[in-house]
């Protein structure tokens, strides 16, 4: 089973940017569909964004479309979270996680945990107004 671990958070100003690294170990990531999520106070964690093992499909929460881009570098078993125009709604925990779902035509359709994901820290992420 592969670890993860996040990093890359901090405060930002609104309409700054951001990018979140999550690394793996033990295995790779090849292997994994991986997703970000997030957990703002007093509220349940939700999906972000997730990406397929291989093909490249992905997949984005409406509130972060066109703002928000996943990317997945096998090579460097990592996966990467750019954020740009950050909101103060945006501020949360982000956590990744290896997740189950359906990549076709280039999206990833119903992205959850895996059953067997074990949560990382998270990193988290403070965007101020």
């Known amino acids: 089973q592969v670890q993860l671990v996040e990093s890359g958070g901090g405060l930002v100003q609104a309409g700054g940017s951001l990018r979140l690294s999550c690394v793996g170990s033990?295995?790779?990531?090849?292997?994994?569909?991986v997703g970000w999520f997030r957990q703002a106070p007093g509220k349940a964690r939700e999906v972000v964004s997730c990406i397929s093992r291989t093909d490249g499909g992905r997949s984005y929460a409406d509130s972060v479309q066109g703002r928000f881009t996943i990317y997945k570098d096998n090579t460097q078993n990592m996966v990467s979270l750019q954020m740009n125009d950050l909101k103060p709604e945006d501020t949360a925990i982000y956590y990744c996680a290896t997740v189950a779902g359906t990549s076709s035509g280039g999206n990833f359709y119903v992205c959850q945990p895996r059953r067997d994901n074990s949560w990382g820290q998270g990193t988290q992420v403070t965007v101020s107004s």
């Open positions: 033990g295995d790779t990531l090849e292997d994994y569909a």
